[in-house]
């Protein structure tokens, strides 16, 4: 048993100094083209409201109903900013919640404790130099001149892996009178995902730093709660299924969808994701800096962030990072 320790942690050192080394030293001013897909699939744990649109219905897409059957297929759709959105301030907690536990302080932590999604956004912290940040109050104290942060996080639209017809479902909702509980009419209904839905999503990276992809699969674990109505639905588990690293973005997350529907049955889900990566990984520009991670990679290094604990030194790097990135870019202008 001890043998069979070493081998998997050996395993697991060699994996991370490989990704390691994949990674931007210091966030870069300029965009550069590594990146990095976080494939994942998106599976609905209670109903889940996913629309837009006052009519209170759904999103839906129509599709091919996989790579190989071009017969049309609706799917329910997961917009890219239903998942940015609670992904980014679960992300913004995330860094502040250790930032005030650490009892951290730098040149910018009055900027950094009153930074606020979406109109106060410090440009100094680690949120704003990954998702970006965008100056609207000319005014602002805390810094002279405006710039903005240009993203280095991309989502995607998820299409569900069940077709609409078989994850929709209508909910009634009624009122209660307090005095005598006695039910009254109904107050209408809510067309809502139905739990265990799947959705295939994609995340890229641009550029990221060893620190900053560790934070971004902590957050992608942590956050749960997605779709309107979160305060009494939507609960939603985040499984990451695969991981590319590459000069470019390899493959979509349509395509993630339709490829899967083609291996419904045949294989587990991280074997079925590395085989797709595998494929469109044949189809990219520059094959040398291409690297996917296998099913047995993917399980030890997801094992392996997940144990790396927050310290103090490991979140005052990322803020020290973020806040020599902002203030390189204030120089400059």
Sequence with gaps: MSNLKSTEQMKTEEIIKNIEGRMARTIPILRTPKTVQILLVRQTHDYTILRTEETRELNIAVTPTSISKPKQKARVVFLASKQKAPETREFASLIKEYYIKYKLSTEAKEQILDCEIKDRLCRACPRCALFGAVVTDQKSPYWKNRWNIKHRIEYSSAFSLET??????????????????????????????????????????????????????????????????????????????????????????????????????????????YEIAAKYGQMVASTEDLKILTPTEL????????????????????????????????DMV
């Design 164 to 273: 609409y017809e078989l994850i929709s479902e209508n909910i009634t909702f009624n009122a209660v009178t307090e005095s005598t509980q006695l039910t009254e009419q109904a107050l209408g209904t809510i067309e809502s995902v139905s739990p265990l839905a799947n959705f295939p999503s994609i995340i890229s990276l641009n550029s990221p730093t060893w620190k900053e992809l560790v934070l971004v699969i902590k957050n992608l674990l942590r956050c749960k709660s997605y779709g309107a109505e979160g305060r009494t639905k939507g609960d939603t588990v985040n499984y990451i299924t695969g991981l590319i690293f590459a000069d470019e973005e390899v493959v979509t997350s349509l395509e993630y969808v339709l490829e899967l529907e083609d291996k419904k049955g045949t294989e587990d889900i991280l074997t079925s994701t």
């Design 299 to 330: 399980e030890l290094f997801v094992d392996a962030v997940q144990k790396t604990p927050l310290t103090e030194e490991f979140i005052n790097g990322a803020f020290k990072d973020s806040f020599g990135f902002g203030r390189t870019i204030e």
